[in-house]
């Protein structure tokens, strides 16, 4: 009885963090600055927590688990994320969206990499496995038998079990993950906003630009082919800043083909399967 209150009672101080954290990124503007408050937060919270902890008597193996396993992780996880996504941001290339495009890129991979390291355990815990969580999370229970992190003694062992730091790591790769597919996401709604469409040029044969133009518009791919052909073409002079009023006697030219009348199409679809084949080397 006397553990379901303390559970209940990490619960709440779960809840309350969460809810600090909330405010926290609402109230300040600098993401950095965001970034270290909230670390600051987390850090009094599982500082706390801590005491909380070595102060207690579980009632059961299973509370013991259910702690180590399900509440603590969730603590720790916020601590790492937002560690990282401080690091990865200060850290960024600025002002060469290309450097930055592979810099986010890397990043994937490292956490990639770092799980692949534990795959066995994540495997574990991914299924929802429980016939080694009595090893796992449950404190001076350890099997030396077992892949043990290095760092191992170094653990406070009141506080600490084998592997519910791997848990926390685990909970906070995904979080990590979603972070910086969002950030390539801004950054790339950025650059399409800084764009001056008024300085794109088509750089091909216009006989080309028509022959794509008449397969989007009787493909039907925009919206659902309720433009005509002259709103399609409009929109691709708009876009190309390009005149296309002799536009039917072109397409007039392409239909007299006497071999392939897709020419360009069967072009642009060659250099994509050779893109693909070489990607792949």
């Not at 801590?50 to 102060?55: A, I, P, S």
């Amino acid at each position: 009885m006397v553990s379901k209150i303390f559970l209940n009672n990490v619960q709440k101080i779960y809840s309350d963090m969460l809810a600090v954290l909330d405010s926290i990124r609402l109230s300040e503007g600098n993401q950095l600055l965001t970034f270290e408050n909230c670390l600051m937060e987390i850090d009094v919270t599982i500082r706390r927590l801590k005491e909380k902890v070595r102060k207690h008597q579980f009632d059961s193996i299973a509370e013991e688990v259910y702690f180590f396993k399900e509440l603590k992780p969730k603590f720790v996880a916020e601590f790492i994320f937002y560690t990282s996504v401080l690091e990865i941001e200060s850290n960024k290339p600025q002002n060469n969206i290309k450097m930055l495009r592979r810099y986010y890129v890397n990043q994937l991979k490292k956490l990639e990499s770092l799980n692949d390291r534990n795959r066995d355990f994540y495997n574990y815990y991914s299924r929802g496995a429980t016939y080694l969580d009595h090893k796992y999370f449950v404190r001076h229970s350890y099997d030396l038998k077992m892949h043990l992190p290095q760092h191992l003694y170094s653990f406070d062992d009141r506080f600490t079990t084998s592997h519910d730091f791997y848990v926390a790591k685990f909970i906070a790769n995904k979080k990590i993950v979603s972070f910086i597919n969002e950030q390539r996401s801004k950054m790339e709604s950025e650059v399409i906003q800084r764009i001056d469409y008024r300085k794109l040029e088509w750089s091909s044969a216009k006989v080309n630009l028509v022959e794509l133009i008449y397969a989007i518009h009787i493909s039907k791919v925009i919206n659902s082919g309720s433009l005509g052909l002259s709103q399609t073409i409009k929109i691709f002079e708009d876009l190309f800043n390009i005149d296309l009023h002799n536009f039917h006697k072109i397409l007039t030219e392409i239909k007299a083909r006497k071999n392939s009348r897709t020419k360009f199409i069967n072009q642009l679809q060659e250099i994509l399967n050779q893109y693909l084949v070489d990607s792949d080397e």
